[in-house]
Nanobody
Framework: EVHVVESGGGLVQPGGSLRLSCAAS????????MSWVRQAPGEGFEWISG????????KYADSGKGRFTISRDNAKNMVYLQMDSLGPQDTAVYYC????????????????WGQGTQVTVSS
């Protein structure tokens, strides 16, 4: 079974930091581009950051540039999102996301979403 599981969310004061983790299993993680997406209360989904399979290509949304750092460890099937200088606007459920994956030698053009981890930035 393919899935990703996020962790690391919580309550943090403005200006604080959190490190989100995403554990992947059931598919070829090392050949998959991984992304983080968030959904603020009452809002739609916002793509935050993506990292290519080998980590050579990294992109950020303007909302996270200079504050967020995405990384991955292919040996552990893990992807991370280090978030610094957090503000109330970062309050959201954060999801690990895969758009298309390979398993059993076959490519599936389907999405994999985790259950999300809540990040609340408040004093």
């Amino acid at each position: 079974e393919v899935h990703v599981v996020e962790s690391g969310g919580g309550l943090v004061q403005p200006g604080g930091s959190l490190r989100l983790s995403c554990a992947a299993s059931g598919f070829s993680f090392s050949t998959s581009t991984m992304s983080w997406v968030r959904q603020a209360p009452g809002e739609g989904f916002e793509w935050i950051s993506g990292i290519s399979s080998g980590g050579a290509t990294i992109k950020y949304a303007d909302s996270g540039k200079g504050r967020f750092t995405i990384s991955r460890d292919n040996a552990k099937n893990m992807v991370y999102l280090q978030m610094d200088s957090l503000g109330p606007q970062d309050t959201a459920v954060y999801y690990c996301y895969v758009n298309g994956y390979t398993t059993g030698g076959h490519f599936y053009p389907d999405d994999i979403w985790g259950q999300g981890t809540q990040v609340t930035v408040s004093s």
